[in-house]
Structure formats: structure tokens, C-alpha cells
């Protein structure tokens, strides 16, 4: 697969501690700053803007002026009691912004659009296996269309869909998707290896494009929009076709030192590889061999589920020792039921399994953002990439 350019350059600049800041990105660094304030914490006033980010009230003052002439934020009320004059509230605007976010999958295809508060307006699946880059680029255009049209004529709202404020396509897929094998997938899937993803999607989209590995888009919606308002620093679970994995240390993605921390599928089992066992490709090729109706099914399922908790435990108590985050947090495409069982199977067998003298134990919990977590997290990225804060906004590009 070719690495999407702006992405390459923003992990170079991670990547390089050095690189330092300046005048102009410190101003938009303290505007995304704000504007993520304002998101998190609604009807959020002024004074409480300066004790949180430690800018000063004229700093805070432009700043939120800015963003309302923007239409990123509104004035939802006034603070009553007290002295002096009655303080404003602020709150995002929803409509503020949007993003659409494209998950392509050895499962299929979701496109979701996304709203600047966090909320999915439209959301758009066509389920189908190893569909081809052709395939892929035949389906987008309409289903864009289509997505975006009915959004324009959803239900009456005070804040509806509005086209112009639509910022940007993210893009979200396994990382090798062609070179890594999993059961009943065609030779003609390989051509994926030869194909940008960026290009391909270049037809069907004239604005921003960004691309990111799933389990790391899907991380991203986490940390902004769901879990990551309790938990801080977390490692995220991604069970889809295969298994996939991402580090958030202090709300930022940990990527590593060549972009591809969190490649929790790959870690051996016996002679097999972590997500041969916990992936939905997985479970599916067990049922696909017995009848699927009654207790032959359930039984498959039940054992699927003790199997695949008994080879996450070791990774997750690894990774309770090596990391200590606060919260080990499970998404992807198994059913939400099958899911609740999986995580409390997986509670139990860390605790049977973890070292005594290891005082703290992450909690494990199911996302917020659970169902179609890649492509609303895709959707994220030109949020990311344009309003809200990462490091990499702070970083200056090298000559």
C-alpha cells in the first residue's frame, strides 16, 4: 500500500523531538485548544477557558470571538448569581464542521458521516468480501452522493447537515491488506499492494483527503469522542476480518518509531498468529463448518469465545506490565452481545492470570464509539487535521 504524503510528513515530525514550533502554530495550536475545550465541556465559560488551558482572558477572548464568527461554537446561555456581569456559555456548534470517514475492509465498505460534535448523521454498509480496488472505486461515488442527499433532506433540526462546511474524506484500512492471508481470500485480492489508496478515491473526492490504519483511525474517534473522556492514556482492541491494535498515551495516538505500534494480530500463538484465533474471520470459518442453527452454533460460539479470551489474557497482561494505561478498550464488528460475553470471559482470565504484585489492573470496556468504529474514526482525521489538536499541529515541517 502507498503511505498517504501528509500522513508520512506528520509522523516525520513526531518523530523528530527537535523540530520545535513557532509563533503562527502556537496561535492555531491555542485555537484547537479551545475549540476541544469547548467540545468536551459544554457551556463552558470564558474564566473557566483561562484556568484550564493557562491563556490569558484577552488571549480567550479573540480566540472564542474568532471561533464564533466561524460558526464552530455558539453562545448557549449566561452564568446567573454572582458578581459582576453574568458570564457567557459556550458550546460546539454541530454543524460547524463535518467529516466523512470511508472504512474499507476485507468485510466490506461503511461510510459515515460525522458531525463536529461527534454525532454520525448518515451512515452507509455494503457488506461483501474482499471486494477489489475497481470494485471499491465503482461503489464510492454514488454511495457519497446518496449518503450526503439524504442528510440534506433528514428530519427537521436545529442544526442540519449544510454541504459547504463538509471538510474532508478519511480513509481508514488494515495496514499489508493484500500481503496478509486469511481464509477464503482470492489471489486476486493482491492487487491492493500496487494501489494508493489516496488515487483511487481521487475520482469520487475533489477536497482533502487523509488515510489512516483502522484500528488507529478507529482509536482516534475513541480518544475525541467516547472513551477517551474518561481515560486518558488506553490501549484499543479492534476485532474486524482480522485483529488490530493502538496505543493512546495523555490522548494521543502512540504510533512508534516507524508508525506501527499496536500490531496486536501479529503476536504468535502456538504456530499461529493472535488474530488466526480473535477476529470475526475467525469465528466465521468455525460456523461456516457445522450447522448454524441451534446448539451446534451456540456451542461453536461459546467455544470460539473461551479460545479467544484464553490468547488475549497474555497480550493484555503484557500489556497492564509494560504500559500501565488506564483502560483496555474492546470495538470492532462481532455482534455487541457477543462482544459483552467475549469482554467479560477476557476480565476473568486477566485477573486469573496477572501477576500478583501488579497493584493496578486496567479496566476493560467496550467502546462508546463501538459500532462502525474505523469509518467513523475516519471521519475524525479532517478534524484532526484542520480544528482539533494532535502534537503533530505544533510541529514545524523540516526543510
Known sequence: MIIDTQASQRQARLLNRLSGTNLALAGDFNQRIVLQQVRLKPDITRPDLVAITGLTMPTILAITRKLEAAGLIRESGRTSGGRGQPASRYRVAPSGAFGLGLSIDRSGLTLALVDLSGETRNIWHHRADFLLPDQVAALIPLAIKNLLGEAEVSAERDDPFIAERLIGLGIAMPDDLAQVQLPGQPSAYSRWADIDPLALMRPCWNGPLHIDNDAAAAAIGEAHFGMGQIYRHFFYILVSAGLGGSLVLDGMIFRGATGRSGELGFLPVGRASLQDVVSRRALDARLQMIDTHGDAAENAITQWLE????ALAGPVVAINCL??????VLAGDLDKTL???LLTKLRQRVQDNSPAPLGARADIVLGQFYEDAAARGA???????QLLPSEANLMKKQA
Open 379 to 385: 471521519a475524525m482525521l479532517p478534524f484532526i487535521d
Open 339 to 341: 462482544a459483552l460475553r
Open 323 to 328: 504500559i500501565n494505561p488506564e483502560a483496555i
Open 307 to 310: 479460545d479467544a479470551a484464553d
